[in-house]
């Protein structure tokens, strides 16, 4: 039966970790591996990124609709997992709406605009992790599917285990966090399948 996985990584183009995504679609597009993948990618260049006004609020209530909607997490460390911010310049937390800006996902540039929050509130211990905070996307992804139990998959983007790697978000993690590349009979660099399926209970 085929499971749906949400993907949280880094995606910038030149220093990012879009080689273990796309290895993960791979396996979620054929018939063997019976994984659906949502690839984050994939969703913020659609659904609410479509609208010319979507803010870091919007994007981050899309990612806790997704996590809720799979049963499990992959989380991507790469050597720049740890240093990225994006996503985490909102200060509507601790600021009134009238002294808040921030810019628009599709036109940053064209610069800030008014914060459009009228009110912000302490989510509950039972509710979703608030869209309103200064958590960078990655961990505000982390922090959601924690929250809602998911199964959480932290895969390095090495061969190795990158211990230094791991955010401080994910402290107590160590032990879980693999590999996500390995070595096959051949000499060649492959995506650990049999790792990732056993952690996903396949």
Request: charged fraction near 30%; glycine fraction near 8%; proline fraction near 2%.
């Amino acid at each position: 039966m085929s499971k749906r996985v949400y993907i949280s990584a880094d995606y910038d183009l030149s220093n990012g970790d879009r080689d273990v995504v796309n290895e993960l679609n791979k396996w979620g597009s054929d018939a063997w591996h019976k994984v659906d993948f949502v690839d984050m990618s994939e969703v913020v260049s659609g659904s609410v990124a479509n609208d010319d006004d979507c803010r870091i609020c919007d994007l981050k209530a899309e990612f806790n609709r997704q996590i809720n909607a799979s049963s499990a997490a992959i989380f991507v460390v790469g050597d720049m997992t740890g240093s990225r911010t994006a996503g985490s310049g909102c200060e509507r937390a601790f600021k009134d709406q009238g002294q808040c800006t921030c810019t628009p996902y599709k036109q940053n540039t064209n610069g800030i605009k008014s914060c459009k929050v009228v009110s912000a509130s302490t989510p509950g211990e039972n509710d979703d992790c608030g869209n309103i905070n200064r958590y960078s996307y990655l961990r505000h992804e982390f922090e959601q599917a924690k929250k809602r139990n998911k199964t959480i998959v932290i895969v390095y983007n090495s061969t190795r285990k990158e211990t230094s790697w791991l955010p401080s978000y994910m402290e107590g993690y160590e032990d879980y966090a693999k590999p996500f590349w390995k070595y096959d009979a051949y000499g060649r660099r492959v995506g650990d399948y049999a790792y990732i399926k056993e952690v996903l209970g396949f």
